[in-house]
């Protein structure tokens, strides 16, 4: 893993290439040719093998049909890309104040990539000319909040840990402390991976934030959701039940280059009404990019 940029930046062509000759190329092969019937539930098919689950594809299937003025190929590249609602232009995410930090809140399932992501992040602000702290709020993991020391060593940003087993919040409250003190102008909190069903450390999650509108009661947290790409429609599941318990705001979709199923970047936008910011494309720094459905769509097209 390297810190600064070697050779060339990341592309979304390369991120999505495993699911280009995956289920994009088999979309291009069917919608090119004749498409009659058989065609268009084969072109179903290989959108529920997609992870973009059944309803969505029988919805996509059915509205692309009802558009003869369209090829069948553009009908349905035109579909896919209306599932997504329109882009934001504002930078992200938004200061709310003047002294008072932009907080995001990273959360998920265990080794979805939120650490790593949250390294992303920092560097990415960082080079934009942004002051960035870390809070270390993973105190659960043995080594956890040594692997974001690491990373924050790397790239150059000051991180605020506790002892192992430490309350979270705690940790929280005093890097909201320090980054008001500081000048901050973006704390990334990172979070022990958790499963969904576990209602107790949900309710941690609930704390946190919590304590966060205590601290700095303008803050307007940001929930980063990390959903690992790869683990398909489960995945739904878990976003639904981290909605339901901290109110997210974004989602982030890792290891797009692991899977050769990218289509639950679709599903997910539809079923929580809460935006795909970035994509993860590799285990270095710069592989983070902003998600950007057209050239996602056209990417897998290509
Ligand atoms: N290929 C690829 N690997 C990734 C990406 N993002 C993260 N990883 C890898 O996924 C693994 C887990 O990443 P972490 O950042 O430690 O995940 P985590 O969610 O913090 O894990 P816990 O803290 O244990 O819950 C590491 O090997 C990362 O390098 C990505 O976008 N692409
Ligand atoms: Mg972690």
Same mark, same amino acid.
């Given at each position: 893993?390297?810190?600064?940029?070697?050779? %060339?930046?990341?592309?979304? !062509?390369?991120?999505? =290439?495993? =699911?280009?000759?995956?289920?994009?190329?088999?979309?291009?092969?069917?919608?090119?040719?004749?498409?009659?019937?058989?065609?268009?539930?084969?072109?179903?098919?290989?959108?529920? =093998?997609?992870?973009?689950?059944?309803?969505?594809?029988?919805?996509? &299937?059915?509205?692309?049909?009802?558009?003869?003025?369209?090829?069948?190929?553009?009908?349905?590249?035109?579909?896919?890309?209306?599932?997504?609602?329109?882009?934001? *232009?504002? *930078?992200? *995410?938004?200061?709310?104040?003047?002294?008072?930090?932009?907080?995001?809140?990273?959360?998920?399932?265990?080794?979805?990539?939120?650490?790593?992501?949250?390294?992303?992040?920092?560097?990415?602000?960082?080079?934009?000319?942004?002051?960035?702290?870390?809070?270390?709020?993973?105190?659960?993991?043995?080594?956890?909040?040594?692997?974001?020391?690491?990373?924050?060593?790397?790239?150059?940003?000051?991180?605020?840990?506790?002892?192992?087993?430490?309350?979270?919040?705690? &940790?929280?409250?005093?890097?909201? !402390?320090?980054?008001?003190?500081? @000048?901050?102008?973006?704390?990334?909190?990172?979070?022990?991976?958790?499963?969904?069903?576990?209602?107790?450390?949900?309710?941690?999650?609930?704390?946190?934030?919590? %304590?966060?509108?205590?601290?700095?009661? !303008?803050?307007?947290?940001?929930?980063?959701?990390?959903? !690992?790409?790869?683990?398909?429609?489960?995945?739904?599941?878990?976003?639904?039940?981290?909605?339901?318990?901290?109110?997210? %705001?974004?989602?982030?979709?890792?290891?797009? @280059?692991?899977?050769?199923?990218?289509?639950?970047?679709?599903?997910?936008?539809?079923?929580?009404?809460?935006?795909?910011?970035?994509?993860?494309?590799?285990?270095?720094?710069?592989?983070?990019?902003?998600?950007?459905?057209?050239?996602?769509?056209?990417?897998?097209?290509?």
């Amino acid at each position: 893993m390297t810190v600064s940029g070697e050779g %060339t930046g990341p592309s979304i !062509d390369a991120g999505v =290439s495993r =699911s280009r000759t995956g289920f994009g190329s088999r979309l291009r092969g069917l919608l090119r040719g004749g498409v009659d019937a058989d065609v268009w539930e084969e072109v179903e098919e290989t959108l529920v =093998s997609a992870d973009l689950g059944a309803n969505l594809a029988i919805e996509i &299937v059915g509205r692309a049909r009802d558009r003869p003025d369209l090829t069948p190929e553009a009908a349905v590249r035109h579909e896919l890309t209306a599932l997504f609602a329109p882009r934001d *232009p504002i *930078p992200w *995410p938004r200061k709310p104040g003047p002294g008072i930090p932009a907080v995001v809140l990273v959360v998920g399932v265990n080794g979805t990539g939120k650490t790593t992501t949250i390294a992303k992040l920092a560097y990415r602000f960082k080079t934009r000319g942004a002051r960035v702290l870390l809070a270390a709020g993973d105190t659960f993991r043995a080594a956890a909040s040594e692997q974001l020391g690491v990373w924050a060593g790397r790239i150059g940003v000051p991180v605020i840990a506790h002892a192992s087993g430490a309350d979270p919040s705690a &940790v929280v409250y005093d890097a909201l !402390d320090a980054a008001v003190a500081r @000048d901050i102008d973006v704390v990334i909190v990172d979070t022990a991976g958790r499963l969904h069903t576990k209602n107790n450390l949900m309710e941690e999650l609930a704390k946190i934030r919590r %304590t966060i509108a205590r601290r700095i009661p !303008d803050a307007q947290p940001e929930v980063l959701f990390i959903l !690992d790409a790869t683990t398909g429609q489960n995945g739904l599941v878990q976003a639904r039940a981290f909605h339901e318990s901290t109110n997210m %705001t974004g989602v982030v979709l890792t290891k797009l @280059d692991s899977t050769a199923r990218g289509g639950v970047a679709f599903s997910i936008e539809r079923a929580l009404g809460v935006p795909v910011r970035f994509v993860g494309v590799g285990e270095r720094v710069e592989d983070l990019l902003d998600f950007d459905p057209d050239a996602f769509v056209e990417a897998l097209f290509a």
